[in-house]
């Protein structure tokens, strides 16, 4: 069942992981500096 379409599977969700990556990383920056502001209070 799993056999045609794990590779495809594979190859969009590094394609979707190469796409959202940078909005993750943007995240995560924008979290930290958050957190920093909120601990500098």
Known sequence: MFGPSL???ATMT???FC???PHIT???VA???F???V???
């Open 26 to 28: 943007a995240q995560f």
């Open 31 to 33: 979290v930290g500096l």
């Open 35 to 37: 957190i920093l502001l």
């Open 19 to 21: 796409i959202i990556q």
């Open 14 to 16: 590094s394609a979707d």
């Open 39 to 41: 601990g500098n209070l």
């Open 7 to 9: 590779p495809k599977v």
